[in-house]
Structure formats: structure tokens, C-alpha cells
């Protein structure tokens, strides 16, 4: 069953162009955007399995010098 996310990102000030590029460089995000308001990155993560999406974000997204925290929103339905 695949399954997708919403990983909102709080990136560290003069970071986000650093943190952007590293994103993108991983295979599962879909789309990453920077934005405005209270965080500065929204990723689109899609795995073939939900639990892949949590070790993404823990092993590989968290991995990412420059981000200080994250949400993960999984899509339902």
C-alpha cells in the first residue's frame, strides 16, 4: 500500500538554500518547497509502505545539517 506525507520543516536561519538542496537529493521526496509562515520547508514524501516514511524522515531527513525540528502530516484516505 503506498502511503505519502507531508513533512513540515523549521530550518535554521540562513540555512534553508543548504537544507533545500540536500532535500532534493533524496529518493522518496516528491516535492519540496520553501514557504512562508511558521516553517520554512514542506517536503511531499512517497514510500510503498507508511512505515518507510517514518525511517526516512528519522534516518535520512533529521540526518540534514541546518534542520532544528520537524512535523510529519501522513495523508489518510
Known amino acids: 500500500m503506498e502511503a505519502r506525507a507531508y ?17 532534493r537529493a533524496i529518493d ?8 512562508t509562515g511558521p ?3 514542506v517536503a511531499t514524501v512517497r514510500t510503498p509502505d507508511p512505515r518507510q516514511i ?14 532544528k ?3 510529519t502530516c501522513m495523508v489518510i484516505g
Do not use: C, N, Q
Request: proline fraction near 0%; hydrophobic fraction near 55%; charge should be negative.
Open 54 to 67: 517514518g525511517r526516512l524522515v528519522m534516518s535520512e531527513i533529521h540526518a540534514i545539517s541546518g534542520i
Open 39 to 41: 516553517y520554512d520547508i
Open 7 to 23: 513533512v513540515l520543516i523549521e530550518a535554521e536561519s540562513g540555512k534553508i538554500g543548504e537544507v533545500l538542496t540536500a532535500l
Open 28 to 35: 522518496g521526496l516528491i516535492a519540496v518547497d520553501a514557504v
Open 69 to 71: 525540528r520537524t512535523i
